[in-house]
Structures are given as C-alpha cells and as structure tokens.
C-alpha cells in the first residue's frame, strides 16, 4: 500500500474516532503531498520523495517547537508534539547509533577519505547512500568524528 493510500485510509479512520491530532498531523500531510505533486516541476512522487517530505515537516514542526518552548508558549509548543508524534509514524525507522556509525564508517573507507580535507566527498556518499535513512546532522556528525 502506497503512502498516499495508507494516509486517506487513516484520515478516515481518524475522521470516524473524531481525532483531532490525528486529523491536523494527516491532512498536513496529504497537503504536502498534494502539493508536491502539483508543483509543476515534474518530479515524480516516489517512496524516496514521499519520506523527504515528512522529514521537511517533522523538521519544521520541531523548529517551531523550540521557538514556542523557549517563548513559554506551552500550548503550542504541544500542538507541534503532538503533530510530530502522528507525522513520524509514517516515516520508516531511522539508523542511529553504532550501527550508522559502521555503515558510515564503509562509506568513509569506499570513498577513501582520510583528513577533514575529504569531509565533502565523504557526506555526499553518505549522504547519498543514506538518504531517508538517516538524518543529516547524525551523518555530518559521525562523519566529522571519523575524519578528525
């Protein structure tokens, strides 16, 4: 089932329980998408673009949860939480820890990066091979640690 489909079955699962935060965090969703496909660039809606576009929104939700944190803005902060919590269920498990450090440590020695000097050359492999996979401050940092 593809994406698309997935999210117009639980928005009318969510529509039928008459929940709120579900509702708000899978129409924006469905907006996107739509939005995507009508943009006019002719790019094509795959999987890979499909997980670009709920990692922009949790990114941006997240961005302004810590502005209205650091505002004493809790209410809101709250709504973006909870926006986020319904987005990241349809994003696939991201790699984290010892693991993305081993596949990023491969990536480092195919590309044969040895000193800082090699840092752009070896994100835009990692970058690259673990695009949806992984986020971009995770690559940048493990990268930069096995480089220095």
């Given at each position: ?20 935060v ?22 094509e809606?795959d999987?890979?673009?499909?997980v ?16 209205y ?19 990241k ?14 596949i990023?440590?491969?990536?480092v ?40």
């Amino acid at each position: 089932m593809s994406l698309e489909a997935k999210i117009n079955e639980d928005l009318k699962t969510a529509m039928k329980a008459k929940d709120e935060v579900a509702l708000r965090g899978i129409r924006a969703i469905k907006s996107a998408i739509t939005l995507a496909k009508t943009d006019g660039s002719g790019q094509e809606v795959d999987e890979a673009r499909e997980v670009q576009i709920l990692q922009k929104l949790v990114k941006s939700r997240q961005e302004s949860l810590e502005i209205y944190l650091k505002n004493d803005r809790e209410a809101l902060a709250a709504i973006e939480q909870e926006e986020i919590d319904v987005i990241k269920k349809y994003l696939p498990a991201m790699l984290e820890g010892a693991e993305l450090e081993a596949i990023i440590q491969q990536i480092v020695l195919e590309v044969g990066a040895t000193s800082a000097k090699d840092m752009g050359k070896a994100m835009g492999a990692a970058n690259k091979a673990l695009a949806g996979k992984a986020e971009g401050r995770a690559i940048s940092e493990i990268v930069k640690r096995l480089l220095s």
